[in-house]
C-alpha cells in the first residue's frame, strides 16, 4: 500500500490508508493504547487496540512507524478543533517498527525551556518542532515565490562564484588558502557586488540571485557570518525603478505567502536620512502604527543618505554603502567629500534594515575619482579593482541594483525573534556549528598542503 501524509487522511473516512512517520506521543489506556503519530504535515491519533496492543506497547517517542488501519470519524465529544486531523482517528490493523529512537535529549517542540547550545547539537532533533518546520517551509515559498516573480520580470538567475577575490561591504572576509598556488588565498563574497555589475556590462540587463554571502564580523547582534540574499541588477535604470520593482516583490509577497498580515502605508513612505535622523534619530525608524500588532509590516525607504562617512574605528573616509554607489551630484572640485549625498536608498520594515542598493558609478574617470577619496593609491586602486576600471571602458551600461537579507525578512515575517529561527541550520552567536562541529582542526598533511603553519 502507498503511504499518504497525515493531512490527506481527513478525506478518507472508511477507507483503509497507511501512514508513516514518528511517535510524537503514546497514551495507554489499559487495553488501548493511543499515540499521536507525526509526519511532515502534522499529527494523527491512531488507536490500537485487541491483539495489535502488545506490539503498540513497544512504541517509544521518537520511534518510526508504518500503520495500516482504516480512518474514521470521532465520536462528538472526543472532537479536537485545535488540529487538522481533529475530527478522526485511525483504527490500526498493521504496525510495523522501521526504527527504534533513544529518549531524545529534550522533548520535541520544548524550545523555551531547552538550552541554545543544545538545540544547535541536535539540530534534527529541534528541527521535527512543527514551528520549526513551518518556518522552513514558508521560507522555502518565499525563495519559490521570489523566483517566480523575477522571472515574470524577465530577470536571469545567474549564480556568481563563492571562491573569488573580496569586495568591500565592511566586514572582514573569510580567506580560503590555494592548494595550487601557495601563498594565494581567495576570499568568499561579502556579496556579489561585482559580479552583478560585470553581468550589466556583459548585457544581461536584469540579473537576480539567491546568494549565499560571507562575512566575518566580531559578534554583533542577531547576525549570522553566512546568510541569504535576494541579490538584483538592473541597467538603464534609476533610483524609483529598482525601488518600484522591489516594492510590488514585496506587497506581492506578503499577500501571497502572508495572507494574515497587513502593509501599514501603500506605496512605501520615503524618508530623507536626515529627516529621519531627526525625527527618529534612527535610520531605520520602526513606523508600525501599533508595535502590538504581530500582523502589521510598516516598511519604508531610506534615501539620500551620504555618499562617504567617517569610520568608526580609523580615522578616514569610507564609502556609507561602499565604492560602486554613484553620488547624487557631480564631484566639484571645492566642496567637502562628506556633503555629498549618494544614489542609495535602504528599506527598513519595522525597525530592521532589510536591505539596501544604488544605483553604480559605470564610467572608469569617477570611480577612479571615488577610490582617491577613499585613500587607494594607483597601485592599490589597480591591484584590487582595476578589472572594474577596465569592464568600464567596454561600453558598461549605467545601472543599479539592491540586496535584501532574507533571513531577517522571514525572521521578521514569522514573528520569530532571531534570524536563527528560519535557518536550518545556523551558527552560534560565535560563529560555531555545534551539530557539525566547525571551526575545526586539520590534519598535519591538509595543513602542508595548503601551505599553512599554525603557531597555535
Ligand atoms: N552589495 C550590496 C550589499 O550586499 C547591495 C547592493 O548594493 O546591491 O549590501
Do not use: W
Given at each position: 500500500m502507498k503511504r499518504i501524509f497525515v493531512n490527506e487522511?481527513?478525506?478518507?473516512?472508511?477507507?483503509?490508508?497507511?501512514?508513516?512517520g514518528w511517535v510524537n506521543v503514546r497514551r495507554d489506556h489499559g487495553k488501548i493504547i493511543f499515540i499521536d503519530l507525526r509526519d511532515r504535515t502534522g499529527l494523527l491519533q491512531v488507536v490500537f487496540a485487541g491483539d495489535i496492543v502488545k506490539k503498540a506497547d513497544m512504541l517509544r517517542s521518537e520511534w518510526v512507524v508504518s500503520i495500516e488501519g482504516k480512518i474514521k470519524e470521532r465520536p462528538e465529544n472526543l472532537k479536537n478543533s485545535k488540529i487538522e486531523t481533529g475530527a478522526i482517528e485511525m483504527e490500526a490493523e498493521e504496525l510495523e517498527i522501521?526504527?527504534?529512537?533513544?529518549?531524545?535529549?529534550?522533548?520535541?517542540?520544548?524550545?523555551?525551556?531547552?538550552?541554545?547550545?543544545?538545540?544547535?547539537?541536535?539540530?534534527?532533533?529541534?528541527?521535527?518542532?512543527?514551528?520549526?518546520?513551518?518556518?522552513?517551509?514558508?521560507?522555502?515559498?518565499?525563495?519559490?515565490?521570489?523566483?517566480?516573480?523575477?522571472?515574470?520580470?524577465k530577470f536571469v538567475e545567474i549564480e556568481t562564484p563563492a571562491l573569488t577575490k573580496g569586495t568591500p561591504e565592511g566586514a572582514r572576509e573569510f580567506v580560503v588558502p590555494s592548494r595550487k598556488h601557495p601563498g594565494k588565498f581567495y576570499v568568499l563574497p561579502q556579496s556579489p557586488q561585482q559580479f552583478k555589475q560585470l553581468l550589466m556590462v556583459a548585457g544581461f540587463e536584469r540579473y537576480f540571485q539567491i546568494a549565499r554571502c560571507f562575512?566575518?564580523?566580531?559578534?554583533?547582534?542577531?547576525?549570522?557570518?553566512?546568510?541569504?540574499?535576494?541579490?538584483?541588477?538592473?541597467?538603464?535604470?534609476?533610483?524609483?525603478?529598482?525601488?518600484?520593482l522591489i516594492e510590488e516583490a514585496m506587497i506581492k509577497l506578503a499577500k501571497n505567502i502572508f495572507p494574515e498580515k497587513n502593509i501599514s502605508s501603500e506605496p512605501f513612505p520615503k524618508l530623507d536620512y536626515d529627516?529621519?535622523?531627526?525625527?527618529?534619530?534612527?535610520?531605520?525608524?520602526d513606523l508600525r502604527k501599533n508595535k502590538d500588532d504581530p500582523n502589521e509590516l510598516a516598511f519604508a525607504w531610506i534615501v539620500n543618505m551620504p555618499l562617504f562617512e567617517y569610520s568608526k574605528t580609523e580615522k578616514k573616509l569610507v564609502s556609507s554603502h561602499h565604492?560602486?554607489?554613484?553620488?547624487?551630484?557631480?564631484?566639484?572640485?571645492?566642496?567637502?567629500?562628506?556633503?555629498?549625498?549618494a544614489k542609495a536608498y535602504d528599506l527598513v520594515l519595522n525597525g530592521y534594515e532589510i536591505g539596501g542598493g544604488s544605483i553604480r558609478i559605470h564610467q572608469r574617470e569617477l570611480q577612479n575619482k571615488i577610490f582617491e577619496i577613499l585613500g587607494l593609491k594607483e597601485a592599490e586602486i589597480e591591484a584590487r579593482f582595476g578589472h572594474m576600471l577596465k569592464a568600464f571602458e567596454y561600453g558598461a551600461p549605467p545601472h543599479g541594483g539592491i540586496a535584501l537579507g532574507l533571513d531577517r525578512l522571514l525572521m521578521i515575517l514569522t514573528n520569530e525573534s532571531s534570524i536563527r529561527e528560519v535557518i536550518a541550520f545556523p551558527k552560534t552567536g560565535d560563529d560555531r556549528d555545534l551539530l557539525m562541529g566547525a571551526p575545526s582542526e586539520i590534519s598535519e598533511n591538509q595543513l602542508k598542503d595548503i601551505h599553512i603553519k599554525c603557531t597555535k
Open positions: 487522511t481527513v478525506n478518507k473516512i472508511g477507507e483503509k490508508v497507511k501512514v508513516s522501521l526504527n527504534e529512537a533513544k529518549t531524545p535529549p529534550f522533548e520535541i517542540g520544548d524550545k523555551d525551556k531547552i538550552s541554545e547550545e543544545l538545540r544547535m547539537e541536535y539540530r534534527y532533533l529541534d528541527l521535527r518542532d512543527s514551528k520549526m518546520q513551518k518556518n522552513l517551509i514558508k521560507r522555502s515559498e518565499v525563495l519559490g515565490f521570489l523566483n517566480n516573480y523575477f522571472k515574470s520580470q562575512r566575518d564580523e566580531d559578534s554583533r547582534g542577531d547576525r549570522q557570518p553566512e546568510f541569504t540574499q535576494l541579490d538584483v541588477e538592473m541597467s538603464f535604470v534609476e533610483e524609483n525603478d529598482v525601488m518600484n529627516e529621519a535622523m531627526e525625527k527618529y534619530n534612527s535610520d531605520k525608524p565604492p560602486f554607489t554613484a553620488p547624487s551630484e557631480a564631484l566639484a572640485k571645492e566642496g567637502k567629500p562628506e556633503d555629498l549625498k
